[in-house]
Each structure stands twice: as C-alpha cells, then as structure tokens.
C-alpha cells in the first residue's frame, strides 16, 4: 500500500467557523459543515508508522476524528499557537500511556517551545533539526527556514522517497529565490493560502493567497498543489479560478504518495 497524507486541519489560526462570526462561510460550517476547518496538521502515514505535522490547539478531537489513541512522532514547523497547542496534550498522553513522544523540529524551534512549556523536554525526547533533517520511515525530510511575513518565519519541509518528492509549505509569503528553490522539481506541493485574495495592507500580511500562490506556481510549477491554511474566506462551495493543478484541501482529504 502507497504511503498517504491526511489532512487532519485545512484551517488559518482561528479555524472555522471563528467564534465571533455569523458571516455566511461560517454558519454554514456551524451547519452542515463542509467548512468547518480545524488548524493546519497532516499526518503522514507510511506502512505502520505515523508522523504528524504541526500539533494544534484541535489535536485531541483530530485524534478522536482519526479513531487514534496514541501517536509516537510529530513534526513541527514553527512555534505559533496553532501549530503546537496541542504539544501539552500529547505529551501528557505519551506520560500516561508509557510511551515515548518524539519531537522533532529545528533547534531554534524547540527552543522556542522549551520556553513556552518548560516541562515538556521532561515528558517527550526532542529531536533538535539542523540543515540534514531527518530520516521517517524512508522518506528524506528536509527543512528550510521561510518568510512568514508579519509573524516572522516558519519552517517548510521536502520530502523524498524513490524518486517522488512533496513539500509542505503551511505558513509563507514573499519567498525570495532562495526559498523557492526546494519547491521546484515535486509532484507535490503542500501551501498554505489563507484568503482567496487578501485586502490587508501588505506589511500586516503573513501568508499567501491564493492568487499570489497561483503566480508562484507558474515559477516552481509542481505537477499537483494543494491549498491549505484556508480562512472564513474561502468558501468550498465555489469554484475559484486557479490553475488546474490545484485543488483545495477538506477535512479528512488522503492523498495517496507515489
């Protein structure tokens, strides 16, 4: 069986629906829900191993959605809340089971989270990245640091794997050359687009939309492209016009790697 991706969350940071908001994308993900987006993860599954990327403040009713009770290794790509609110969770999951959690991620990432949570190198075994990456059940992962706008930076990670390649790219915008360069050449690409197009001033921006990201793959042009780290805005009942390479991501979307 092919190695898969899940996409366990499709949302920016505050997911949808946003507590506060009675906009039309947002009652109808209170309803009938096809826009309801937890916060960005994806579980990369391979044979019996599982690796989860970025563990958000959504991550035990994620587990619970996936039918899970424990999960051994996560990957993180950068230290915002939506990406690691779940770590307190996991970690005290791992405790009680008896089971090592490995965290992985650039030094200067666990770093970050040490700060945060200054417990948590006692509950879980970090694994500290440099610019070599890791190793996950044969897959190369490779990070590299990105611009994250306003917010600051992220990691994005490619992987590789007999002869295929994929990325995944959940929080950038403004990528200069050198950042762009390990987008070239996938059969797929992972990026975060978080409004259709997005109005705000640019120097408050921290992620791609999704014109930008359109323009952005007629340079690297990848072979197929997955939008994710979408906000209220986006609307999966509309078709947006975007290349024919991309597609948006759902909750649940599994994506087969070969």
């Known amino acids: ?7 366990w969350g499709t949302g ?3 997911g949808v629906p946003r507590v506060y908001c009675g906009c039309e994308v947002c009652e109808e993900a209170r309803s009938t829900g096809a826009n ?6 994806v ?3 391979a044979a019996d191993e599982l690796l989860l990327i970025d563990c958000g403040p959504d991550w035990t009713g994620q587990m619970e959605r996936a039918g899970l009770r424990a999960i051994g290794q996560v990957l993180v790509t950068h230290a915002h809340f939506d990406h690691i609110g779940g770590l307190p969770e996991w970690a005290d999951a791992c405790r009680r089971l008896m089971q090592p959690g490995h965290l992985y991620g650039p030094a200067e990432v666990l770093e970050t989270i040490c700060r945060q949570f200054p417990w948590i190198g006692r ?10 990456g890791m190793t996950f059940a044969g897959w190369s992962v490779v990070p590299w640091k990105v611009c994250h706008g306003r917010n600051g930076f992220s990691y994005a990670y490619r992987f590789e794997k007999d002869g295929y390649s994929w990325a995944y790219c959940s929080d950038s915008i403004r990528l200069n050359e050198e950042e762009k360069a390990p987008l070239h ?3 797929l690409l992972v990026l975060g687009t978080s409004f259709y197009h997005e109005k705000a001033e640019a120097s408050t921006r921290s992620v791609y939309d999704m014109v930008e990201a359109s323009a952005l793959m007629e340079e690297v042009r990848p072979q197929a492209v997955i939008f994710t780290h979408m906000s209220h805005d986006v609307d999966l009942r ?3 016009p975007l290349p024919e390479c991309v597609r948006l991501a759902r909750t649940g979307t599994a994506i087969e790697l070969e």
């Open 185 to 187: 050449g996938l059969n």
């Open 123 to 132: 509950q879980l075994v970090l694994h500290p990245l440099d610019d070599e």
């Open 238 to 240: 509309r078709a947006y």
């Open 12 to 14: 920016d940071a505050m």
């Open 1 to 7: 069986m092919a190695d898969r991706l899940v996409f």
């Open 43 to 45: 579980l990369l599954q």
């Open 36 to 41: 309801r987006r937890y916060r960005s993860s």
